[in-house]
Nanobody, 123 residues
Protein backbone atom coordinates (compact mmCIF):
# COMPACT_ATOMS: atom_id res chain seq x y z
CA UNK A 1 0.00 0.00 0.00
CA UNK A 2 3.03 2.28 0.36
CA UNK A 3 5.91 2.69 -2.03
CA UNK A 4 9.02 4.56 -0.94
CA UNK A 5 11.76 6.17 -3.01
CA UNK A 6 14.89 7.62 -1.41
CA UNK A 7 17.12 10.30 -2.87
CA UNK A 8 19.83 12.70 -1.79
CA UNK A 9 22.75 10.39 -1.22
CA UNK A 10 26.21 11.14 -2.48
CA UNK A 11 29.86 11.67 -1.62
CA UNK A 12 30.79 14.19 1.05
CA UNK A 13 33.84 15.04 3.12
CA UNK A 14 33.99 14.31 6.82
CA UNK A 15 32.29 17.10 8.71
CA UNK A 16 29.94 17.85 5.86
CA UNK A 17 26.18 17.51 5.58
CA UNK A 18 23.61 15.75 3.47
CA UNK A 19 19.84 15.64 3.48
CA UNK A 20 18.16 12.44 2.44
CA UNK A 21 14.60 12.51 1.16
CA UNK A 22 12.02 9.78 0.93
CA UNK A 23 8.87 10.19 -1.13
CA UNK A 24 5.93 7.93 -0.44
CA UNK A 25 2.82 7.03 -2.36
CA UNK A 26 -0.51 6.23 -0.78
CA UNK A 27 -3.19 8.19 1.01
CA UNK A 28 -2.66 6.24 4.23
CA UNK A 29 0.82 7.69 4.73
CA UNK A 30 -0.08 9.15 8.11
CA UNK A 31 -1.01 5.70 9.41
CA UNK A 32 2.64 4.65 9.41
CA UNK A 33 5.61 5.38 11.54
CA UNK A 34 8.69 6.13 9.47
CA UNK A 35 12.27 5.14 9.97
CA UNK A 36 15.71 5.33 8.47
CA UNK A 37 18.09 2.39 8.55
CA UNK A 38 21.53 1.94 7.10
CA UNK A 39 23.78 -0.88 6.04
CA UNK A 40 27.53 -0.37 5.91
CA UNK A 41 29.89 -2.61 3.95
CA UNK A 42 30.34 -5.92 5.72
CA UNK A 43 27.77 -5.09 8.40
CA UNK A 44 24.14 -5.82 9.06
CA UNK A 45 21.45 -3.23 8.61
CA UNK A 46 21.03 -1.02 11.66
CA UNK A 47 18.54 1.46 13.00
CA UNK A 48 19.30 5.14 12.51
CA UNK A 49 16.21 7.20 13.29
CA UNK A 50 12.43 7.01 13.46
CA UNK A 51 9.52 9.42 13.72
CA UNK A 52 6.02 8.78 14.98
CA UNK A 53 2.89 8.93 12.87
CA UNK A 54 2.08 12.48 13.87
CA UNK A 55 5.68 13.63 13.74
CA UNK A 56 5.75 14.59 17.41
CA UNK A 57 8.15 11.93 18.66
CA UNK A 58 11.54 10.90 17.32
CA UNK A 59 14.13 8.30 18.20
CA UNK A 60 17.79 8.09 17.24
CA UNK A 61 20.59 5.63 17.46
CA UNK A 62 23.23 6.72 19.95
CA UNK A 63 25.79 6.89 17.17
CA UNK A 64 23.90 9.66 15.35
CA UNK A 65 22.17 11.48 18.20
CA UNK A 66 22.87 15.18 18.05
CA UNK A 67 24.03 15.00 14.44
CA UNK A 68 21.03 13.62 12.53
CA UNK A 69 17.45 14.87 12.48
CA UNK A 70 14.41 13.06 11.13
CA UNK A 71 11.28 14.90 10.06
CA UNK A 72 8.10 14.26 8.11
CA UNK A 73 5.34 16.10 6.33
CA UNK A 74 2.23 13.99 5.98
CA UNK A 75 0.61 16.44 3.59
CA UNK A 76 3.54 15.98 1.21
CA UNK A 77 4.01 12.27 1.88
CA UNK A 78 7.66 12.97 2.63
CA UNK A 79 10.21 12.07 5.26
CA UNK A 80 13.74 13.48 5.50
CA UNK A 81 16.95 12.70 7.29
CA UNK A 82 19.20 15.70 7.83
CA UNK A 83 22.74 14.50 8.46
CA UNK A 84 25.32 16.90 9.85
CA UNK A 85 28.89 16.47 11.03
CA UNK A 86 29.23 13.36 8.93
CA UNK A 87 31.90 10.82 9.75
CA UNK A 88 33.47 8.09 7.64
CA UNK A 89 31.66 5.61 9.88
CA UNK A 90 28.37 6.95 8.48
CA UNK A 91 29.19 5.50 5.07
CA UNK A 92 26.37 3.12 4.18
CA UNK A 93 23.34 2.54 2.05
CA UNK A 94 20.47 4.35 3.73
CA UNK A 95 16.94 2.98 3.57
CA UNK A 96 13.63 4.63 4.27
CA UNK A 97 10.97 2.43 5.83
CA UNK A 98 7.30 2.68 6.77
CA UNK A 99 5.77 0.48 9.43
CA UNK A 100 2.64 -0.33 11.32
CA UNK A 101 4.56 -1.36 14.42
CA UNK A 102 5.65 0.64 17.44
CA UNK A 103 9.02 -0.71 18.57
CA UNK A 104 10.64 1.34 15.88
CA UNK A 105 14.25 0.44 16.53
CA UNK A 106 13.43 -3.01 15.19
CA UNK A 107 13.37 -3.45 11.43
CA UNK A 108 10.79 -6.21 11.91
CA UNK A 109 8.26 -3.48 12.73
CA UNK A 110 8.41 -2.08 9.21
CA UNK A 111 6.29 -3.23 6.30
CA UNK A 112 7.61 -1.20 3.38
CA UNK A 113 11.13 -0.32 2.29
CA UNK A 114 12.73 1.92 -0.26
CA UNK A 115 15.49 0.89 -2.61
CA UNK A 116 18.22 2.65 -0.66
CA UNK A 117 20.55 5.53 -1.41
CA UNK A 118 24.32 5.46 -1.04
CA UNK A 119 26.07 7.84 1.35
CA UNK A 120 29.85 7.91 1.25
CA UNK A 121 31.87 10.04 3.67
CA UNK A 122 35.54 10.53 2.88
CA UNK A 123 38.25 11.16 5.46
Amino acid sequence: QVQLVESGGGLVQAGGSLRLSCAASGRTFSNYALGWFRQAPGKEREFVAAVSRGGTRSSYADSVKGRFTISRDNAKNMVWLQMNSLKPEDTAVYYCAAGSGYVLVREEEYDYWGQGTQVTVSS
